[in-house]
């Protein structure tokens, strides 16, 4: 079975500074994708960045970076220049990938980190 | 953003009455999920649909049935509600060949 393990219950930040939120899991899956989804209070799950295990180059959305360590088993989230916006739970979160390609979309989450931007 | 709508979005029960829940999508997408998501344990996977009429157990079952006969369509029933089922739903979907599975609003459900 997979699990996926959030270290840090909450994080603080200053505003334009950048963080770093951890996280790891567990598989012995070969083929499988990584996952950060924000969720704001208005309790709105939101996809941040997307890592496919079979590729080698790191994810980036715009501020959104990944470092995705597959040996580590390591797939950690780094914000740059962090804006109020930001505040919100993140997910780290796993899913296997089907034989034929694809997937089944059945995720497995950690247990999240709060994120405070601060003023 | 996906089509997809969670009804009710909010609901106060009482113990041991049933519950529905409807989750709709307009994306026609194969897969549609029902996940709960609770203080310090993240969200669970309850029940999936990988077709119409075809569904399976996720991690946290007990206690809740689903039904899909329309694409569209996943319900999720509480028979008898108990106050550990408190906590907010959410639906979620994905498609074919797709990675990304989308999130409807959550539905909060308080059982008292």
């Known amino acids: 079975a997979q699990t996926v393990t959030q270290s840090q219950p909450e994080m603080s930040v200053q505003e334009a500074e950048t963080v770093t939120l951890s996280c790891t899991y567990d598989?012995?899956?070969?083929?499988?994708?990584l996952f950060w989804y924000k969720q704001p209070p208005s309790r709105q799950m939101i996809l941040v960045i997307r890592?496919?295990?079979?590729?080698?180059q790191n994810a980036t959305e715009n501020r959104f970076s990944v470092n995705f360590q597959k040996a580590a088993k390591s797939f950690s989230l780094k914000i740059s220049d962090s804006q109020l916006g930001d505040t919100a739970m993140y997910f780290c979160?796993?899913?296997?990938?089907?034989?034929?390609?694809?997937?089944?979309?059945?995720?497995?989450f950690g247990k999240g980190t709060k994120l405070s931007v601060k003023p | 953003d996906a089509g997809i709508t969670q009804s009710p979005r909010h609901k106060v029960t009482e113990t041991g009455t049933p519950v529905t829940l409807r989750c709709h999508q307009t994306?026609?997408?194969?897969?549609m999920y029902w996940y709960r998501q609770d203080p310090g344990h993240g969200l669970r996977l309850i029940h999936y649909?990988?077709?119409?009429?075809?569904?399976d157990k996720g991690e946290v079952s007990d206690g809740y049935s689903v039904s899909r006969s329309k694409t569209e369509d996943f319900l999720l029933t509480l028979e008898s509600a108990t106050s550990s089922q408190t906590s907010v739903y959410f639906c979620?979907?994905?498609?074919?060949?797709?990675?990304?599975?989308?999130f409807g609003q959550g539905t909060r459900l308080t059982v008292v």
């Open positions: 979620a979907i994905s498609g074919t060949g797709r990675t990304e599975a989308f």
């Open positions: 598989t012995s899956e070969s083929n499988y994708y």
């Open positions: 890592q496919e295990a079979y590729k080698q």
């Open positions: 979160a796993f899913m296997k990938q089907l034989n034929y390609g694809g997937s089944q979309g059945n995720l497995i």
């Open positions: 994306e026609n997408h194969r897969y």
């Open positions: 649909s990988y077709g119409v009429k075809d569904t």
